[in-house]
């Protein structure tokens, strides 16, 4: 089944610094390819999502881009503010898999002011 | 998501006890899941349903049951098979596939629900 790696588990920056997330998954029919950010004691919130038919996508401040070659796909968070400090989850999922999300371990991003 | 509610906010178990996690969804979403978070780890799939009356196991079925008789509910049963229960739960909901496009759609999430044992 697929299998997504997440790195790095902890990462501080300092606000105004760009911070960047990685993923790889192992199953190549996977084509869905979710991040959440989620603050502590609370419920994940969908920030980003690309599909497999794009290699780039932005929304303001945050980009998410896919390597389907290599089987793995980044966030990139530019101008980052305190307010980012949350733990990012990335997923994968495959179409013909009933919506299933294999989610990375994630990674507690800190951003020092 | 203001369409998803999960109660209660927090559960505690005694031993050999069964308790379930409700789940209720207002938005016509086909398709629940039921995640669980332990401290400092990603989520992990415990069952999930596409259709009313059908469910499938996930990574982590063992010591849970579901039922899925109404499209809005997704109630979860943790056993007490499931000797280590202490958790986060997560339950989360998808709108149907977006046919034209044949692509999966984004999962919202319940507030949660924190299980611990007394």
């Known amino acids: 089944g697929e299998n997504v790696e997440q790195h790095p588990s902890t990462l501080s920056v300092q606000e105004g610094d760009s911070a960047v997330i990685k993923c790889t998954y192992s199953d190549s029919a996977s084509n869905y390819f979710p991040w959440y950010k989620q603050e502590l004691g609370k419920r994940p919130q969908l920030i980003i999502d690309?599909?497999?038919?794009?290699g780039e996508k932005k929304d303001q401040r945050i980009a998410v881009t896919l390597n389907k070659t290599a089987k793995h796909f980044s966030l990139h968070i530019t101008e980052t503010q305190p307010e980012d400090s949350a733990v990012y989850f990335c997923?994968?999922?495959?179409?013909?898999?009933?919506?299933?999300?294999?989610f990375g371990q994630g990674t507690e991003l800190s951003v020092k002011p | 998501d203001g369409g998803i509610t999960q109660s209660p906010k927090y559960l505690f178990r005694k031993e050999g006890q069964n308790v379930t996690l409700s789940c209720e969804q207002n938005l016509n979403h086909d398709a629940m899941y039921w995640y669980r978070q332990d401290p400092g780890q990603g989520l992990r799939l415990i069952y999930y349903s596409q259709i009313v009356n059908d469910f499938q196991k996930g990574d982590i079925a063992e010591g849970y049951s579901v039922s899925r008789e109404k499209k809005e509910s997704f109630p979860l049963t943790v056993t007490s098979a499931q000797k280590n229960p202490t958790a986060f739960y997560l339950c989360a909901s998808i709108s149907p596939r977006d046919s034209a496009h044949l692509s999966n759609q984004p999962q919202h999430f319940g507030d949660g629900t924190r299980l611990s044992i007394l």
């Open positions: 997923a994968a999922s495959d179409d013909n898999q009933g919506g299933k999300l294999i």
């Open positions: 690309i599909r497999s038919n794009v």
